[in-house]
């Protein structure tokens, strides 16, 4: 038995990641299977009936859906998430291929969406008047504003018209720091307008829940220096609302992927999804997909975690 | 409310110095990264000047995926002559004016086996060939190659009919005995022909696994894959083993893979591509046209109606008059520009972009919703009728023009009855279907594609086009022959053909040599670009 609140914690997040992965990996099987691209179609565009039987049987395309997941499953728990049907390529090395670029996506973007979403907030909150008004303004322009359609402005104001920063591709951080950074800074401000603006609102309204509580009054009637006041009372308790709201937005972020990855061409892990999905490659769709969950899984995790160091209370319930 | 604000008023100060030091040190170190970034850029780009420049091609994965390597050409039935240009040399090479020359053979001609002309083929290898692997091409790593690729099961390999034998003569001579005429086997065998005349490594010959990571040809540069991302990047870097150096013009060739056009378009503008591939989407042609860049098109389809006189189901398209009905019935420049704008232009032939094709066919079928009804009352069908149309769903143009058919089809009093499947497969395997829409690849060796094995072939009941097609197999120059087919099946209305689709190319001034015009259709190969 299990004492430690926080590792009761870790563990009973870790029991349940087991049934939901195999309810997401069923699921996705399933929706896989419904899509109307086939696979067949695409590795044989003009083949002949014979050469589809062949290949479906060579693929066991040919077994029934449950079957067909049967055996990816046990492969799969078995640690052989298979090949790629287009390319030949083994899923594993697929996914330790790609996954860099996207965590050069998604890391740079976290640190972004923190220190400018919650910065801004902080700053709405204590500065009210002009300057809030400004920034709670512009985090409704970052509501409003869909990503394709900021890097595609970006692009063709950095890249096009002054040749600052690429249109499109990746060098990898070992390969060349500067140019690693170039390549990352378009895509990172496409993907992280949406959560900055969300952290930056949600900050705010937290931040003004705590300053108007009466611990904080009391800090302010006693003379406690407003530094203080605003960064060791109000944003610490206000930083639980923004970790959960920023493990929220790093969820989504993974979903943000699929889109900026495609419009800067970053050969990534949700390029690489959108691929697998759109030529009907199950096994890479099916490996991308559990990858995806597990990092999910991760995420709320530390999500967990954080609130136990945000909040003595957790440790100790 | 007062103390509030004048609270504020106090915290204001010591966090805005912050700030503002926090924001210059984070706009310093971006400015010194991107100052970096370009200094580190300058330089390279300077001790590069001296060095041979890399070659960026952008292409769309609708474009790339039938590409991967040779090995699955044979199973796609595909061509990407660019792509296999980089890794494969081939026997002959055809120029862009048509002329076919000597590539890794020095020579070659027909024979007489004993069995009949033009089943009988000698050429002989340059010496020198190696393959990337270091291995070097003799007579024998030929004949490995044609007889793994005879065993392949795609669409090309009906073309020397079943068993063809091939047989080294000493170290350099390759000997072809085949069991049906072909009588243009120089362009088969060349590099924008069917791949059979594109040798691969014995090793690769041997475990065909190998092919899916690597490049196993003898042309002038191979895959780098440990930097190749699948489906995303492919870099290929230069064949240590090309026997001709001096044509090697690229330090690294790279071809990325960009599924959106406007980010394609991006790409050339910032100056990453050299040039870029956007198969028939013609949405950013304008803007591509307003950037300065030479937008290159060629023909590489058609959409095509194949009327079915085998389904069982009806005998109202064994009439020659309902054929001619639905032809006639057909608005063709309206549909072409209802599928694709810009990228499409009416047609009627069943070859639109070929050297066979006939202008004159063009105007054959006129459209003439009139006579179309008056061609169906005269086959006894005055009341109209139902057919049956095979369309996949899963691709939006074919519903397009599935709709677009249908209207101008039930203005003159035939109804179409739309059968989805989700699959060309689903469709072979279910002969029921009487008329369906395709995207048809338009192939330089037509005489493949009219093979009596290809699975599209409706017509060969047709006992009068059968004669033509075997009289145009057999004839040494054999287009007026074809020429003669394709009218009598044009006038037949086998195929009902709408409009052609065209690839389009955005070329750079950075680089020459993307000619797509001409008697190739559209294959650009890797040793005739070079930069500007």
């Known amino acids: 038995m299990v004492r430690n609140p926080v590792v009761r914690v870790v563990v009973r997040r870790l029991y349940l990641a087991v049934p939901l992965l195999f309810v997401v990996s069923a699921l996705s099987f399933l929706l896989s299977s419904l899509a109307p691209t086939n696979v067949l179609d695409v590795l044989l565009p003009n083949g002949s009936p014979a050469q589809y039987v062949a290949l479906a049987h060579r693929l066991g395309l040919d077994q029934p859906v449950y079957e067909q997941y049967w055996h990816w499953l046990v492969h799969a728990l078995g640690g052989n998430l298979g090949t790629s049907y287009t390319t030949g390529q083994g899923v594993k090395a697929l996914i330790v291929q790609r996954f860099p670029v996207t965590l050069s996506l998604v890391v740079p973007t976290v640190v972004v969406m923190f220190l400018v979403g919650v910065g801004a907030g902080v700053v709405s909150a204590v500065h009210g008047g002009a300057v809030g008004r400004l920034i709670d303004s512009l985090t409704l322009v970052g509501f409003a504003l869909p990503a394709f359609w900021v890097g595609a402005v970006l692009v063709s104001f950095f890249a096009v018209k002054i040749h600052l920063l690429p249109a499109i591709g990746y060098v990898s951080l070992a390969q060349s720091p500067g140019d690693w950074a170039r390549s990352m800074v378009l895509p990172v401000v496409a993907l992280s307008l949406l959560p900055i603006a969300v952290m930056a609102r949600q900050t705010r309204e937290a931040m003004m829940d705590v300053l108007a509580s009466e611990h904080v009054r009391m800090a302010w009637a006693n003379g406690i220096p407003p530094r203080v006041i605003f960064f060791k009372l109000a944003l610490k308790n206000a930083s639980m609302r923004a970790v959960t709201v920023g493990g929220l937005q790093v969820i989504g972020l993974l979903t943000g992927t699929v889109f900026v990855e495609q419009v800067f061409s970053l050969p990534g892990l949700g390029s690489g999804l959108d691929t697998a999905a759109s030529t009907g490659d199950l096994p890479v769709t099916q490996g991308i997909v559990v990858f995806f969950t597990v990092v999910i899984v991760a995420i709320n995790l530390i999500v967990d975690l954080l609130y136990a160091v945000l909040d003595p209370r957790v440790r100790t319930s | ?532």
Not at chain 2, 311 to 326: C, H, K
Not at chain 2, 425 to 431: D, V
């Open chain 2, 1 to 532: 409310m007062r103390r509030w604000t004048s609270v504020n008023r106090r915290a204001r100060s010591a966090p805005t110095v912050h700030y503002s030091l926090v924001a210059l040190v984070a706009v310093a170190s971006l400015v010194g990264v991107m100052s970096t970034a370009s200094a580190h850029t300058r330089t390279a780009t300077a001790t590069q000047a001296a060095a041979k420049p890399t070659l960026r091609i952008g292409l769309p994965y609708s474009a790339f995926q039938y590409y991967k390597n040779i090995a699955d050409i044979p199973n796609s039935g595909q061509s990407g002559a660019l792509e296999l240009s980089l890794g494969y040399s081939s026997l002959f090479h055809m120029e862009p004016n048509g002329t076919v020359v000597g590539e890794l053979a020095s020579s070659g001609s027909y024979f007489n086996p004993g069995t009949g002309a033009q089943k009988g083929f000698e050429f002989t290898l340059i010496h020198g060939v190696r393959f990337s692997d270091g291995t070097p091409l003799t007579a024998a790593a030929m004949v490995d190659y044609l007889d793994f690729y005879a065993k392949q099961v795609g669409g090309y390999q009906g073309l020397f009919g079943k068993d063809p034998k091939f047989t080294a003569v000493g170290k350099w001579e390759v000997r072809m005995v085949l069991t049906v005429p072909v009588n243009d086997m120089e362009t088969v065998l060349s590099d924008v022909g069917d791949f059979w005349g594109t040798p691969a490594s014995p090793a690769c010959v041997a475990n065909p696994t190998l092919f899916t990571n690597a490049t196993c040809g003898t042309g002038p540069y191979k895959l780098d894959t440990a930097v190749s991302v699948p489906n995303s990047s492919y870099v290929y870097v230069p064949n240590p083993y090309y026997y001709d150096k001096a044509a090697v013009k690229y330090s690294r060739v790279i071809e990325d893979i960009i599924p959106e056009p406007a980010s394609e378009l991006a790409a050339l503008q910032a100056g990453q591509l050299n040039f870029a591939y956007v198969a028939s989407d013609s949405s950013t042609v304008s803007a591509a046209r307003s950037a300065g860049l030479k937008v290159e098109s060629a023909p590489i389809g058609a959409y095509q109606l194949l009327l079915n006189e085998k389904d069982p189901s009806t005998s109202a398209l064994t009439n020659s008059l309902v054929r001619e009905a639905i032809s006639y019935a057909l608005d063709r420049p309206a549909l072409a520009q209802l599928v694709g704008p810009g990228g499409y232009a009416e047609a009627t032939d069943l070859f639109p972009v070929t050297d066979i094709s006939d202008p004159s066919y063009a105007g054959h079928f006129t459209y003439d919703p009139a006579k179309a009804r008056a061609l169906l009352a005269q086959a006894g069908y005055s009341n109209g009728l139902t057919l049956n149309l095979a369309l996949i769903e899963a691709r939006t143009q074919d519903q397009t023009m599935f709709n677009g058919v249908a209207q101008e089809l039930k203005a003159v009093g035939i109804t179409l009855n739309p059968i989805n499947y989700t699959s060309p497969s689903s469709i072979f395997s279910n002969a029921g279907y009487l008329l369906t829409t395709i995207g048809n690849t338009t192939q330089v060796q037509y005489s493949s594609w009219l093979s009596a094995g290809n699975p599209v072939t409706t017509w060969p009941a047709d006992s009068y086009m059968v004669s033509l097609y075997n009289k145009a197999i057999r004839a040494t120059n054999p287009v007026p022959d074809w020429r003669q087919m394709l009218q009598y099946e044009s006038q037949e209305s086998y195929f009902v053909t709408i409009c052609s689709v065209s690839g389009i190319w955005y070329v750079t001034k950075s680089v020459q040599g993307v000619d797509v015009t001409g008697p190739r259709i559209g294959a650009v190969l890797i040793n005739e670009l070079s930069p500007s």
